[in-house]
C-alpha cells in the first residue's frame, strides 16, 4: 500500500521503502532521511530571486543576501523533479525534516484504505449569498 | 537532545501545601507579578462544583447547541459593535474580538470574526483577578465592574493591545466573564504608534497596565481614565476605545442573562464547560490520525529591528497518539535590551490561532483546542524571555515561529485521509506596513498603523494559486482599510496603493499569493514621522512547500530630496507608478534615492519624499517546472511577472507580443532544464562533506544553535552556551554608536594618510 506522505513523495509499506511520486522510482528505507537518497544543489539566492532594482547601486534589492542565505534544492535523481527548496544560512546542516515511526504508520494504514490519489481535503463551497434582490 | 514521549509533560510545580505558609507570603507579598502557577498553564482548569452540577443536569447535546449558537450570536453581535464603534484604527479593520469565559477564566467561546490569539490571552488576566483581587478587601470582583490590562506579561500579544474584561454575574454569584480585546496602537511608549522597536527596556514600552478595575456600576472611573489620557498620545482615543470596549462588554453580559432567563443557569454554565472539554476530546480523536514522528523545521529572522543578525527558531515538532509537541528548544537566545523577543503564552495564543483557522476551522474557536498540546522552551530564549525583557515587537519572533510551526503541521497533515481543510504552503508573515505618529491636517495628535498589516500574501495549495495580498496570520476575516478614508484623516498620500508587484511572487507549480507595493509621501502637517517595524531584507521570511520557492526579501526603497508633490504640478509625466522604474529609471534628476532594511526608527518627514515598500508573497507549492504554461502566461499577462521569469523559474518559450505558447520548445526547455539539475546536483553525503560546516559562518551575526539544540550561539562562533545558559546575556550596542566608532575609524586612517 502506498501512502502520500508529501506532494513528491510516497511510503510503500510492504516495501518499507520511499518513492518518487513523479516517476514512481525506489529511492531506499522509510526509516532514512529520504534527502539522503535524493541529489542535492545548492544555489545562489539570486539565481532564483533575482535583484528587482539595480543591484549596482542598492544595497538591498528584493534578492537575498549570499552570505546569509543559502537555497539548496533537492531533486528525484531518475526523473529530476523538485521534491524540497530548503532555505538554510550557508554552511547551516540540512534538516531531517520527516522522520515517521514508521511501525506506528503501518499500524495505522491496516485499518484504512489505500488511496490512489492524495487527499486533498475539502472543496471551497462559497457559502449562500443572504442579500438577494427583492428580499427572498 | 531526545524526547521522551513516554513521560507526561507537566509545566505545572506544585503549590505548597501549608495553608499558613501561603497566607503569611500572601499578606506580606511587596509586589504580585505574574503568577508562574497560572502563566504555564495553558490547558482547560478543573471542573468548578456548579460545573459538576450543570453538567450532571444538562445533557441534551441539542439544547446545548441550541444554547451555543444563541451565545455565539451575542458574541458576534458584540463583535460587530466593537469593529463599527471602535475608534483604534486595528478596530475599524477587525484587528480586535469579543469573547466570553468560564467562571475560572477559560476561553469557551470567542466571535467568529476577530483575533483569536487576542481572547486566547485574556484567560491569563481574568485568572489573575480571580485569585488575587476577588478577596482583596481593597479590590474585590463586583456586578459591574469591568478591569483592564495591556502588560503583556499578565496576558496579552503586545502591550499595544488592551483588553477590557467584566464579570457576568448571576443572583449574586459570578458566572462567567466576558471580554473584548482592540489593538489600540498609541500606548504612550518610547515611540508613537504602541510598537516600539526603540525600546531596550520594558519600561521602554509605554502603559504596563497589569489587570485593574477601570469601572464601577457600569461607569468608567474618571480620575483613572484621565490618568490613562495622559500617558498616551491619542487622548481621545484611549478614552472612545474604553467606552467601546465596555459597551461591547455590556451587550455580551445582556446576551448572557438572556440566555441564562431562557434556558436556565445550568444550561448556560454546561454549554461553556462542554464547549471546552468536546473541543479537547475531538482534538485528540483528530490527532490520532495524523502519522506517528517527529516533524522538524527551523527558521531564521534576519533582524532584532535594530540591526540585522541571524536569529533561530528551532522546532522538533513531535506526535505520538493522542499527544502533539512543540519542542521550540535550540532557538535564539533572548534580547535583553531588545524588544523583538515573545512571551511563550503569545505563541501559544498564536497556535490556537494556526489549528483553528488553518487546520480545524470547524471547530468551536476556544482554548480546548490546545489541551492536548505541549510545550517545550529554553528558559531566557527568545520566546521564553525574562519578565524584565522587552517584548513589544513580539511579532518579529512570534510570526516566525508561528509558520515554522505551519510548516511543520503540514508535513503531517499530508498523508491524512480525512482533512477538515487543505494543505497549504506558508502564509506570508510579516507586518510589511508604516507606523506613523505626528500632528494632523485638522490639528489632532495621533501615532498609530496603517491597515496595510493585514495585507499579507496567502500561501499556494496543492491545486490552486495563493491569494494577492489577503489577510494577516493572526486574523483570516480582516479589512485592508479604505485608502481615501485614512487621507481624509491623516496627512500623509498613498501615491501608489494596493498594485500588486511584478515578481515578487513565491515560485511554485502552484504560486503563492503576491503582494502589493506601497508609495507614500506626507503632504501637510507641522511635524510628522514614519516608522517601519519589519525584517526579510537579507533573509527572506517564508518558504514554499514540497519544492515550491519563499518569498524574496524586502527593502525599504526612499527618495528624498525631493518634493514630488511639486513636481507632479510641474511635469506630470516625471511619475512611475511602480518602485521598479522609481528607483531604476530615476526619473527626478535631484532625487537622493536609497535602499535599507526594513526597519526604521522613528524619523521625522519631509513633505513629497517618498518612501516605498511592498507586502510580502505567501509561499509556492511544488516544483515550478511542472507549472502549466497557461498560467505563466496569465500571470505575464497581468503583469505579475516578467519575461525573465518566464523563462529562468518556468521554462516557458512562448511570443512576447501574442503570448502564445510553443509548447514543444517549452518541453523540451524543461527537460533541458531537469537534465542541468542532475549535472549540477551531487549526493547528499558529498554535500554535508563539502557544504556543511562546523560552526556558523564568522561574518555572520548568529544566534541559536547549529546542529545540536542543547547548545547556542549568541553573536560569534567563540560565544557558544548551553541552552538557556547564556551568560552574561544577549546585549546590543546602540547602533548609532557602533556607526560612530566605525566613522571614527575610518576618519583615524584617512588622517594617518
Ligand atoms: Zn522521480
Given at each position: 500500500?502506498?501512502?502520500?506522505?508529501t506532494d513528491a513523495?510516497?511510503?510503500?509499506?510492504?516495501?518499507?521503502?520511499?518513492?518518487?511520486r513523479g516517476?514512481?522510482?525506489?529511492?531506499?528505507?522509510?526509516?532514512?532521511?529520504?534527502?539522503?537518497?535524493?541529489?542535492?544543489r545548492?544555489r545562489n539566492p539570486q539565481d532564483i530571486h533575482a535583484p528587482i532594482i539595480d543591484k549596482?547601486?542598492y544595497?538591498f534589492t528584493f534578492a537575498p543576501d549570499p552570505?546569509?542565505t543559502?537555497i539548496v534544492e533537492y531533486y528525484c535523481?531518475?526523473c529530476a523533479r523538485q521534491m524540497e527548496a530548503e532555505y538554510?544560512?550557508?554552511?547551516?546542516?540540512?534538516?531531517?525534516?520527516?522522520?515517521?515511526?514508521?511501525?506506528?504508520?503501518?499500524?495505522?494504514?491496516?485499518?484504512?484504505?489505500?488511496?490512489?490519489e492524495p487527499?486533498i481535503g475539502?472543496a471551497f463551497v462559497p457559502?449562500?449569498?443572504?442579500?438577494?434582490?427583492?428580499?427572498? | 537532545?531526545?524526547?521522551?514521549?513516554?513521560?507526561?509533560?507537566?509545566?505545572?510545580?506544585?503549590?505548597?501545601?501549608?495553608?499558613?505558609?501561603?497566607?503569611?507570603?500572601?499578606?506580606?507579598?511587596?509586589?504580585?507579578?505574574?503568577?508562574?502557577?497560572?502563566?504555564?498553564?495553558?490547558?482547560?482548569?478543573?471542573?468548578?462544583?456548579?460545573?459538576?452540577?450543570?453538567?450532571?443536569?444538562?445533557?441534551?447535546?441539542?439544547?446545548?447547541?441550541?444554547?451555543?449558537?444563541?451565545?455565539?450570536?451575542?458574541?458576534?453581535?458584540?463583535?460587530?459593535?466593537?469593529?463599527?464603534?471602535?475608534?483604534?484604527?486595528?478596530?475599524?479593520?477587525?484587528?480586535?474580538?469579543?469573547?466570553?469565559?468560564?467562571?475560572?477564566?477559560?476561553?469557551?467561546?470567542?466571535?467568529?470574526?476577530?483575533?483569536?490569539?487576542?481572547?486566547?490571552?485574556?484567560?491569563?488576566?481574568?485568572?489573575?483577578?480571580?485569585?488575587?483581587?476577588?478577596?482583596?478587601?481593597?479590590?474585590?470582583?463586583?456586578?459591574?465592574?469591568?478591569?483592564?490590562?495591556?502588560?503583556?506579561?499578565?496576558?496579552?500579544?503586545?502591550?499595544?493591545?488592551?483588553?477590557?474584561?467584566?464579570?457576568?454575574?448571576?443572583?449574586?454569584?459570578?458566572?462567567?466573564?466576558?471580554?473584548?480585546?482592540?489593538?489600540?496602537?498609541?500606548?504612550?511608549?518610547?515611540?508613537?504608534?504602541?510598537?516600539?522597536?526603540?525600546?531596550?527596556?520594558?519600561?521602554?514600552?509605554?502603559?504596563?497596565?497589569?489587570?485593574?478595575?477601570?469601572?464601577?456600576?457600569?461607569?468608567?472611573?474618571?480620575?483613572?481614565?484621565?490618568?490613562?489620557?495622559?500617558?498616551?498620545?491619542?487622548?481621545?482615543?484611549?478614552?472612545?476605545?474604553?467606552?467601546?470596549?465596555?459597551?461591547?462588554?455590556?451587550?455580551?453580559?445582556?446576551?448572557?442573562?438572556?440566555?441564562?432567563?431562557?434556558?436556565?443557569?445550568?444550561?448556560?454554565?454546561?454549554?461553556?464547560?462542554?464547549?471546552?472539554?468536546?473541543?479537547?476530546?475531538?482534538?485528540?480523536?483528530?490527532?490520532?490520525?495524523?502519522?506517528?514522528?517527529?516533524?522538524?523545521?527551523?527558521w531564521?529572522?534576519?533582524?532584532?529591528?535594530?540591526?540585522?543578525?541571524?536569529?533561530?527558531?528551532?522546532?522538533?515538532?513531535?506526535?505520538?497518539?493522542?499527544?502533539?509537541?512543540?519542542?521550540?528548544?535550540?532557538?535564539?537566545?533572548?534580547?535583553?535590551?531588545?524588544?523583538?523577543?515573545?512571551?511563550?503564552?503569545?505563541?501559544?495564543?498564536?497556535?490556537?490561532?494556526?489549528?483553528?483557522?488553518y487546520?480545524?476551522?470547524?471547530?468551536?474557536?476556544?482554548?480546548?483546542?490546545?489541551?492536548?498540546?505541549?510545550?517545550?522552551?529554553?528558559?531566557?530564549?527568545?520566546?521564553?524571555?525574562?519578565?524584565?525583557?522587552?517584548?513589544?515587537?513580539?511579532?518579529?519572533?512570534?510570526f516566525?515561529?508561528?509558520s515554522?510551526?505551519q510548516v511543520?503541521?503540514m508535513?503531517?497533515?499530508y498523508?491524512?485521509?480525512?482533512?477538515?481543510t487543505r494543505v497549504i504552503a506558508p502564509w506570508f508573515n510579516m507586518i510589511n506596513t508604516?507606523?506613523?505618529?505626528?500632528?494632523?491636517?485638522?490639528?489632532?495628535?495621533?501615532?498609530?498603523?496603517?491597515a496595510d498589516i493585514n495585507g499579507m500574501g496567502g500561501g499556494a495549495l496543492a491545486d490552486r494559486d495563493g491569494q494577492h495580498s489577503c489577510a494577516p496570520i493572526?486574523?483570516t476575516m480582516a479589512d485592508l482599510g479604505?485608502q481615501?478614508?485614512?487621507?481624509?484623516?491623516?496627512?500623509?498620500?498613498q501615491l501608489v496603493s494596493k498594485k500588486l508587484m511584478k515578481d515578487n511572487q513565491g515560485f511554485g507549480r502552484q504560486r503563492g499569493g503576491m503582494g502589493y507595493q506601497m508609495i507614500l509621501?506626507?503632504?501637510?502637517?507641522?511635524?510628522?514621522?514614519?516608522?517601519?517595524?519589519a525584517?526579510g531584507s537579507k533573509f527572506p521570511n517564508v518558504p514554499g512547500l514540497f519544492g515550491g520557492y519563499g518569498c524574496p526579501t524586502y527593502p525599504l526603497c526612499?527618495?528624498?530630496?525631493?518634493?514630488?508633490?511639486?513636481?507632479?504640478?510641474?511635469?506630470?509625466?516625471?511619475f512611475r507608478y511602480s518602485i521598479e522604474e522609481l528607483m531604476n529609471e530615476?526619473p527626478?534628476?535631484?532625487?537622493?534615492?536609497?535602499t535599507?532594511?526594513m526597519?526604521?526608527?522613528?524619523?521625522?518627514?519631509?513633505?513629497?519624499?517618498?518612501?516605498m515598500i511592498a507586502q510580502g508573497t505567501g509561499g509556492g507549492f511544488g516544483d515550478p517546472l511542472e507549472r502549466d504554461p497557461e498560467e505563466v502566461m496569465r500571470d505575464y499577462q497581468e503583469d505579475l511577472v516578467s519575461e525573465d521569469v518566464a523563462w529562468r523559474i518556468y521554462r516557458v518559450v512562448f511570443d512576447p507580443e501574442t503570448r502564445i505558447v510553443d509548447e514543444e520548445a517549452t518541453r523540451s526547455a524543461r527537460d533541458e532544464a531537469r537534465k542541468q539539475r542532475?549535472?549540477e546536483?551531487?549526493?547528499?553525503?558529498?554535500?554535508?562533506?563539502?557544504?556543511?560546516?562546523?560552526?556558523?559562518?564568522?561574518?555572520?551575526?548568529?544566534?541559536?544553535?547549529?546542529?545540536?539544540?542543547?547548545?547556542?550561539?549568541?553573536?560569534?562562533?567563540?560565544?557558544?552556551?548551553?541552552?538557556?545558559?547564556?551568560?552574561?546575556?544577549?546585549?546590543?550596542?546602540?547602533?548609532?554608536?557602533?556607526?560612530?566608532?566605525?566613522?571614527?575609524?575610518?576618519?583615524?586612517?584617512?588622517?594617518?594618510?
Amino acid at each position: 500500500m502506498n501512502v502520500f506522505i508529501t506532494d513528491a513523495l510516497v511510503i510503500n509499506l510492504e516495501k518499507e521503502t520511499w518513492h518518487c511520486r513523479g516517476c514512481d522510482a525506489e529511492l531506499g528505507s522509510a526509516r532514512e532521511n529520504y534527502k539522503s537518497f535524493l541529489r542535492v544543489r545548492p544555489r545562489n539566492p539570486q539565481d532564483i530571486h533575482a535583484p528587482i532594482i539595480d543591484k549596482d547601486r542598492y544595497e538591498f534589492t528584493f534578492a537575498p543576501d549570499p552570505e546569509w542565505t543559502r537555497i539548496v534544492e533537492y531533486y528525484c535523481p531518475h526523473c529530476a523533479r523538485q521534491m524540497e527548496a530548503e532555505y538554510l544560512p550557508p554552511g547551516h546542516p540540512p534538516a531531517y525534516d520527516i522522520e515517521l515511526d514508521i511501525d506506528a504508520l503501518k499500524a495505522q494504514w491496516a485499518d484504512r484504505e489505500a488511496l490512489t490519489e492524495p487527499a486533498i481535503g475539502p472543496a471551497f463551497v462559497p457559502p449562500q449569498h443572504h442579500h438577494r434582490k427583492g428580499g427572498e | 537532545m531526545t524526547l521522551d514521549t513516554n513521560q507526561p509533560q507537566s509545566g505545572e510545580t506544585p503549590e505548597t501545601g501549608d495553608e499558613g505558609v501561603s497566607e503569611f507570603l500572601r499578606d506580606t507579598s511587596l509586589f504580585l507579578a505574574p503568577d508562574p502557577l497560572i502563566m504555564n498553564n495553558h490547558g482547560v482548569e478543573d471542573r468548578t462544583p456548579l460545573e459538576e452540577e450543570s453538567l450532571a443536569a444538562e445533557k441534551d447535546p441539542a439544547r446545548l447547541e441550541i444554547v451555543r449558537e444563541r451565545l455565539l450570536a451575542g458574541a458576534n453581535e458584540s463583535f460587530d459593535m466593537l469593529e463599527s464603534m471602535g475608534a483604534a484604527p486595528g478596530a475599524k479593520w477587525g484587528d480586535c474580538v469579543s469573547a466570553i469565559f468560564t467562571a475560572s477564566g477559560d476561553l469557551s467561546l470567542a466571535s467568529t470574526g476577530g483575533v483569536v490569539i487576542f481572547c486566547n490571552l485574556v484567560q491569563y488576566p481574568i485568572k489573575f483577578i480571580n485569585k488575587y483581587w476577588t478577596n482583596e478587601p481593597t479590590v474585590g470582583v463586583r456586578e459591574g465592574d469591568a478591569f483592564l490590562v495591556n502588560d503583556a506579561r499578565y496576558g496579552q500579544a503586545h502591550n499595544t493591545d488592551q483588553s477590557m474584561m467584566m464579570p457576568v454575574f448571576w443572583e449574586g454569584k459570578l458566572v462567567a466573564w466576558v471580554g473584548a480585546t482592540v489593538h489600540e496602537g498609541e500606548n504612550g511608549a518610547i515611540e508613537p504608534g504602541g510598537m516600539p522597536s526603540m525600546a531596550e527596556q520594558v519600561w521602554d514600552e509605554g502603559l504596563k497596565m497589569s489587570p485593574f478595575r477601570v469601572a464601577e456600576n457600569y461607569t468608567l472611573r474618571r480620575d483613572i481614565v484621565t490618568f490613562l489620557q495622559n500617558s498616551v498620545r491619542e487622548p481621545k482615543l484611549q478614552y472612545a476605545d474604553m467606552k467601546v470596549k465596555m459597551f461591547t462588554c455590556r451587550r455580551l453580559e445582556q446576551r448572557m442573562h438572556e440566555a441564562i432567563s431562557e434556558f436556565g443557569l445550568e444550561a448556560v454554565v454546561a454549554c461553556l464547560r462542554s464547549n471546552l472539554e468536546d473541543t479537547d476530546v475531538e482534538v485528540r480523536k483528530r490527532l490520532k490520525e495524523w502519522p506517528d514522528g517527529t516533524v522538524r523545521h527551523s527558521w531564521w529572522t534576519d533582524g532584532t529591528l535594530r540591526e540585522n543578525a541571524m536569529i533561530k527558531i528551532n522546532l522538533a515538532l513531535t506526535k505520538r497518539g493522542d499527544r502533539l509537541i512543540f519542542d521550540y528548544r535550540g532557538s535564539s537566545p533572548e534580547f535583553t535590551n531588545r524588544s523583538n523577543n515573545s512571551l511563550d503564552i503569545t505563541l501559544k495564543g498564536m497556535l490556537a490561532q494556526l489549528f483553528l483557522t488553518y487546520i480545524w476551522p470547524d471547530l468551536p474557536r476556544n482554548q480546548g483546542v490546545l489541551a492536548p498540546i505541549e510545550f517545550i522552551f529554553d528558559e531566557r530564549s527568545i520566546i521564553k524571555p525574562d519578565f524584565g525583557t522587552p517584548n513589544a515587537q513580539s511579532m518579529m519572533s512570534v510570526f516566525t515561529s508561528w509558520s515554522v510551526a505551519q510548516v511543520c503541521v503540514m508535513k503531517y497533515l499530508y498523508s491524512v485521509p480525512d482533512k477538515y481543510t487543505r494543505v497549504i504552503a506558508p502564509w506570508f508573515n510579516m507586518i510589511n506596513t508604516f507606523l506613523f505618529g505626528g500632528v494632523t491636517q485638522h490639528g489632532e495628535m495621533v501615532g498609530n498603523v496603517c491597515a496595510d498589516i493585514n495585507g499579507m500574501g496567502g500561501g499556494a495549495l496543492a491545486d490552486r494559486d495563493g491569494q494577492h495580498s489577503c489577510a494577516p496570520i493572526f486574523a483570516t476575516m480582516a479589512d485592508l482599510g479604505e485608502q481615501e478614508f485614512m487621507e481624509e484623516e491623516m496627512p500623509f498620500v498613498q501615491l501608489v496603493s494596493k498594485k500588486l508587484m511584478k515578481d515578487n511572487q513565491g515560485f511554485g507549480r502552484q504560486r503563492g499569493g503576491m503582494g502589493y507595493q506601497m508609495i507614500l509621501a506626507l503632504r501637510d502637517s507641522p511635524v510628522w514621522g514614519f516608522m517601519l517595524t519589519a525584517i526579510g531584507s537579507k533573509f527572506p521570511n517564508v518558504p514554499g512547500l514540497f519544492g515550491g520557492y519563499g518569498c524574496p526579501t524586502y527593502p525599504l526603497c526612499r527618495i528624498s530630496n525631493v518634493d514630488v508633490f511639486e513636481a507632479m504640478q510641474s511635469d506630470p509625466s516625471q511619475f512611475r507608478y511602480s518602485i521598479e522604474e522609481l528607483m531604476n529609471e530615476r526619473p527626478f534628476a535631484e532625487g537622493k534615492y536609497s535602499t535599507h532594511p526594513m526597519f526604521m526608527p522613528y524619523s521625522l518627514a519631509e513633505r513629497g519624499e517618498l518612501y516605498m515598500i511592498a507586502q510580502g508573497t505567501g509561499g509556492g507549492f511544488g516544483d515550478p517546472l511542472e507549472r502549466d504554461p497557461e498560467e505563466v502566461m496569465r500571470d505575464y499577462q497581468e503583469d505579475l511577472v516578467s519575461e525573465d521569469v518566464a523563462w529562468r523559474i518556468y521554462r516557458v518559450v512562448f511570443d512576447p507580443e501574442t503570448r502564445i505558447v510553443d509548447e514543444e520548445a517549452t518541453r523540451s526547455a524543461r527537460d533541458e532544464a531537469r537534465k542541468q539539475r542532475l549535472d549540477e546536483s551531487m549526493s547528499f553525503e558529498d554535500y554535508c562533506a563539502d557544504y556543511v560546516t562546523e560552526t556558523p559562518p564568522a561574518n555572520l551575526p548568529y544566534y541559536g544553535s547549529w546542529e545540536d539544540p542543547a547548545m547556542v550561539y549568541a553573536g560569534s562562533p567563540d560565544r557558544y552556551y548551553p541552552a538557556g545558559q547564556v551568560n552574561p546575556p544577549v546585549v546590543m550596542p546602540n547602533p548609532l554608536e557602533v556607526k560612530i566608532a566605525r566613522l571614527e575609524r575610518e576618519l583615524a586612517e584617512a588622517r594617518q594618510g
